[in-house]
């Protein structure tokens, strides 16, 4: 099972990088919500981890299923992050995370922050 942080980490890159791409292809300027909305997918990854805090044993059973499943790679592959493979490699999976979300950052600031700045400044003159 990988880290929590991992799972968090993988779903607000991923979030940061979709409201990039929606702003840079003019569909919607969700720039300014970035950090709320990154926390949020952030949530969103850790969703199949419920279970551990949920003591009603038949919930918990039921979200346990789901977590065990490939279908809970929509929660920005929750499952796929749990393989053993990936266990192996823990520590380096952290890092990899935390340099995937400064990644994110970097092209949502760049691409995102600084080009709607010079959108209105441009709109503005």
Not at 11 to 39: A, K, S
Not at 44 to 55: A, F, Q, V
Not at 94 to 101: G, K, T
């Amino acid at each position: 099972m990988s880290s929590a942080i991992v799972h968090f980490l993988a779903g607000y890159g991923t979030v940061l990088i979709i409201i990039t791409l929606l702003y840079r292809f003019e569909y919607i300027d969700l720039i300014p919500q970035r950090n709320i909305l990154g926390f949020i997918g952030g949530i969103w990854g850790l969703g199949p981890d419920i279970h551990h805090m949920i003591e009603n044993e038949w919930i918990s059973e039921s979200i346990y299923t789901v977590h065990n499943n490939r279908i809970s790679d929509i929660f920005f592959l929750h499952y796929t992050l749990d393989l053993p493979q990936v266990e192996a490699y823990y520590h380096e999976f952290i890092a990899l995370s935390i340099l995937y979300v400064g990644f994110c950052i970097t092209i949502t600031y760049y691409f995102g922050v600084l080009n709607r700045e010079k959108r209105i400044k441009n709109r503005s003159s």
